[in-house]
Nanobody, 115 residues
């Protein structure tokens, strides 16, 4: 069965950095684009970043451009989200996503940015 397991979240001060990881299993990882979403309290889930199956194409929400970098290691079936210059408004639960025969989501991981 498809599994997506996020790790690497936590608390960080404004201006700090975190790297999220999402370990995938149960499907041919290298054949699918991957995405990171986030959901802040009281807000809708939003797409943060996406990466093509071989990693050659990426896209970002305007709010994170220049600060976040999505990458993947197909040998490890893992997708990453490097988050730099974090702001309090980046506080949210972050989710890994894959669209295969249907949408699959990780369990989510909390990122809190505060002083």
């Amino acid at each position: 069965q498809v599994q997506l397991v996020e790790s690497g979240g936590g608390w960080v001060q404004p201006g700090g950095s975190l790297r999220l990881s999402c370990a995938a299993s149960g499907f041919r990882f290298r054949s699918y684009a991957m995405r990171w979403y986030r959901q802040a309290p009281g807000k809708e889930r939003e797409l943060v970043a996406s990466i093509s199956s071989l990693g050659g194409s990426t896209s970002y929400a305007d709010s994170v451009k220049g600060r976040f970098t999505i990458s993947r290691d197909n040998a490890k079936a893992t997708v990453y989200l490097q988050m730099n210059s974090l702001k309090p408004e980046d506080t949210a639960v972050y989710y890994c996503n894959a669209r295969i025969s249907m949408e699959y989501w990780g369990q989510g991981i909390q990122v809190t940015v505060s002083s």
